[in-house]
């Protein structure tokens, strides 16, 4: 979704739609499914903001080759994704090592 959002949209509205789309799935989560208001799942939560967020201001990036027909667009949109998923991986993994609670190991990711 974040590397959507930063290869169609501009860089701010990447951001906000990124974000918001974030926001809305957190609210989501504590009131409907009932996630625990503790320091670990509100620190799991900015996480993966911050991931998103990041995600997408890569995405925005849009070298000059991605400019110059659809199939380069796509071609970006790949590359993107890929990144986007490689560094929001990275995040959580990083996260995980520090809170060590989560059993999140290089397994799942695999």
Do not use: K
Not at 29 to 34: I, S
Request: proline share 3%; glycine share 10%.
């Amino acid at each position: 979704m974040a590397s959507l959002a930063g290869v169609t949209l501009n860089r701010r509205q990447a951001i906000v739609s990124a974000g918001l789309i974030w926001l809305v799935n957190q609210f989501f989560g504590f009131t409907v499914l009932q996630y625990p208001l503790s320091a670990i799942s509100l620190l799991w939560g900015l996480s993966m903001g911050l991931g998103t967020i990041a995600v997408a201001l890569v995405a925005s990036i849009r070298p000059p080759f991605s400019r110059r027909s659809w199939w380069a667009q796509s071609l970006w949109l790949g590359i993107s994704l890929l990144l986007g998923f490689c560094l929001y991986q990275s995040g959580t993994l990083l996260v995980n090592q520090w809170v060590q609670m989560h059993g999140l190991t290089a397994d799942v990711f695999l």
